[in-house]
């Protein structure tokens, strides 16, 4: 899957974001959008995705050449980020099972493997409201990670992570992450220093 932006710009209210994106995110490729706190890192991701709209411009999906409809766009990505919600009266089992009912997962992976890879085997029976910070962050990289999609998008993929997080991060996109189009919103180096393109999104803001 590449996304080709022509033009876009995002303001809320008169508040540019960011203006004149041009930019083509190839297949297979990894990006690291960067930025400071506040600067529209989430916002232009938000604008990838399509869970928010451009002010200006276009964005065109291409599969294999053929233009892909925005509306179809939501069955080829994945996505974990701090403002995606969880169904909080489900288990972890159950959210394994809804979530896997709308993608389809890695090869070689189900529903006990992933409680394996997450190291959330005693909490499958416990519904998410109960999980703290890191099992939450833990349970959204591992679903988007482990949906076998062209498109990965994580926003802030480390926050509340612990060291051993971190390293379990890692190994998570050396697993499941290689011939997608993955995009990462950081600021934190570890979170995309093996990212092969850098996006500075205070390049889009000299208007
Ligand atoms: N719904 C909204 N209405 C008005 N302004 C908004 C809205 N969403 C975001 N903004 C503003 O857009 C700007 C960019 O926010 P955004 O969350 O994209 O930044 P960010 O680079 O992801 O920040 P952080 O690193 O803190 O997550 C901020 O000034 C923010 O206040």
């Known amino acids: 899957m590449d996304?080709?932006?022509?033009?876009?710009?995002?303001?809320?209210?008169?508040?540019?974001?960011?203006?004149?994106?041009n930019y083509h995110f190839l297949?297979?490729?990894s990006y690291a959008i960067l930025g400071p706190n506040g600067s529209g890192k989430s916002t232009l991701l938000q604008v990838l995705i399509g869970s928010l709209?451009?002010?200006?411009?276009?964005?065109?999906?291409?599969?294999?050449?053929?233009?892909?409809?925005?509306?179809?766009?939501?069955?080829?990505?994945?996505?974990?980020?701090?403002?995606?919600?969880?169904?909080e009266e489900f288990t972890l089992r159950e959210l394994i099972d809804f979530h896997f009912s709308f993608k389809?997962?890695?090869?070689?992976?189900?529903?006990?493997?992933?409680?394996?890879?997450?190291d959330l085997e005693r909490a499958a029976d416990?519904?998410?409201?109960?999980?703290?910070?890191?099992?939450?962050?833990?349970?959204?990289?591992a679903l988007a990670c482990c949906s076998q999609t062209p498109t990965l998008f994580l926003d802030e993929p480390t926050s509340n992570l612990d060291t051993q997080g971190i390293a379990w991060y890692l190994n998570l996109i050396e697993r499941f992450a290689k011939n997608k189009l993955l995009i990462i919103c950081s600021n934190q180096?570890?979170?995309?220093?093996?990212?092969?393109?850098?996006?500075?999104i205070e390049q889009y803001k000299n208007y």
């Open 3 to 21: 996304i080709i932006l022509e033009n876009i710009g995002r303001r809320f209210n008169r508040e540019w974001i960011f203006k004149s994106v």
């Open 27 to 29: 297949h297979g490729n």
């Open 53 to 87: 709209t451009a002010s200006e411009g276009t964005i065109r999906y291409l599969d294999e050449d053929q233009k892909v409809d925005a509306d179809m766009f939501f069955s080829s990505s994945a996505l974990a980020a701090p403002y995606q919600e969880l169904i």
């Open 104 to 118: 389809r997962m890695e090869e070689g992976l189900n529903a006990q493997l992933l409680l394996e890879l997450l």
């Open 126 to 141: 416990k519904e998410l409201r109960y999980f703290s910070s890191g099992m939450r962050q833990r349970t959204k990289l």
């Open 189 to 200: 180096e570890h979170e995309y220093s093996f990212c092969q393109h850098q996006i500075h």
